[in-house]
T-cell receptor, first 112, second 116 residues
Framework: RKEVEQDPGPFNVPEGATVAFNCTYS??????FFWYRQDCRKEPKLLMS???SGNEDGRFTAQLNRASQYISLLIRDSKLSDSATYLC?????????????FGKGTKLSVKP | NAGVTQTPKFQVLKTGQSMTLQCAQD?????MSWYRQDPGMGLRLIHY???????DQGEVPNGYNVSRSTTEDFPLRLLSAAPSQTSVYFC???????????????FGEGSWLTVV
C-alpha cells in the first residue's frame, strides 16, 4: 500500500458544483495533515491544514478520520479559479520536512 | 517579498555535465529542502536541511549533492547529469517546530531541467 494515495482524477465539474476529494495514508503514526494546491506549471501552495475536529475555510472544508486513516477536502460552489491539482500531504512525528509525504495529486477542472 | 528564489528557471544539460540549482530564502527559515516532481510520481524529497551545516538524504538522493553553509542558501548540485534527472525541481523552506507556522512550507517557483 502506498503511503499517501489520492484519486488522480481528473474531476470535471460545472461551475457551482460541490466536489469532494479523498486521500488515504498508511502510516498510523502520522500527526499532521494538509491540503496543498498546485496550478499548472506553478509551485504548490498551502490551501489548508487539516485538524482532527475538521475545519472550514470559506467554501473549503477538510475532514480527518484517524481511525480509517482518511482525509477529505470538500469544495462547495466551485469556481473556474478552483481548477488546479490538489495535493494531500501527510507528516509523521517530528518537525523535520524529511517526514513529509506528498500524494500524487487530484486534478480538478471546473467548466463554465 | 522575495520568499524562496530558485535559479535557473529553465536549463538544458547534456548527459555527463554538472550543474548547480540555486535556492535562497529570505524568511530566516531553518528548514530547507529539494524535491523533484515527475509526471505520475508526485513530489519526492531529494535532500533536506534542518539548519546551517546540517543536511540529510531524502527519498531519492542519488546523483545529487547539497550543502548548507548559510541559513539563506541551499544549492543542489547534479554531479553528472543523466536523462533520468529530467524533471521539475522545487526548493522549499519552513520554520522549525511542529506548530502551524512550522508546518507551512513555502516553495520556490520551480526549475525545469532537461538532460539530453
Amino acid at each position: 500500500r502506498k503511503e499517501v494515495e489520492q484519486d488522480p482524477g481528473p474531476f470535471n465539474v460545472p461551475e457551482g458544483a460541490t466536489v469532494a476529494f479523498n486521500c488515504t495514508y498508511s502510516n498510523s503514526a502520522s500527526q499532521s495533515f494538509f491540503w496543498y494546491r498546485q496550478d499548472c506549471r506553478k509551485e504548490p501552495k498551502l490551501l489548508m491544514s487539516v485538524y482532527s475536529s475538521g475545519n472550514e475555510d470559506g467554501r473549503f472544508t477538510a475532514q480527518l478520520n484517524r481511525a480509517s486513516q482518511y482525509i477529505s477536502l470538500l469544495i462547495r460552489d466551485s469556481k473556474l479559479s478552483d481548477s488546479a491539482t490538489y495535493l494531500c500531504v501527510v507528516k509523521a512525528s517530528g518537525g523535520s520536512q524529511g517526514n513529509l509525504i506528498f500524494g500524487k495529486g487530484t486534478k480538478l477542472s471546473v467548466k463554465p | 517579498n522575495a520568499g524562496v528564489t530558485q535559479t535557473p528557471k529553465f536549463q538544458v544539460l547534456k548527459t555527463g555535465q554538472s550543474m548547480t540549482l540555486q535556492c535562497a530564502q529570505d524568511m530566516n527559515h531553518e528548514y530547507m529542502s529539494w524535491y523533484r516532481q515527475d509526471p505520475g510520481m508526485g513530489l519526492r524529497l531529494i535532500h533536506y536541511s534542518v539548519g546551517a551545516g546540517i543536511t540529510d538524504q531524502g527519498e531519492v538522493p542519488n546523483g545529487y549533492n547539497v550543502s548548507r553553509s548559510t541559513t539563506e542558501d541551499f544549492p543542489l548540485r547534479l554531479l553528472s547529469a543523466a536523462p533520468s534527472q529530467t524533471s521539475v525541481y522545487f526548493c522549499a523552506s519552513s520554520f522549525t517546530g511542529t506548530g502551524t507556522s512550522g508546518n507551512t512550507i513555502y516553495f520556490g517557483e520551480g526549475s525545469w531541467l532537461t538532460v539530453v
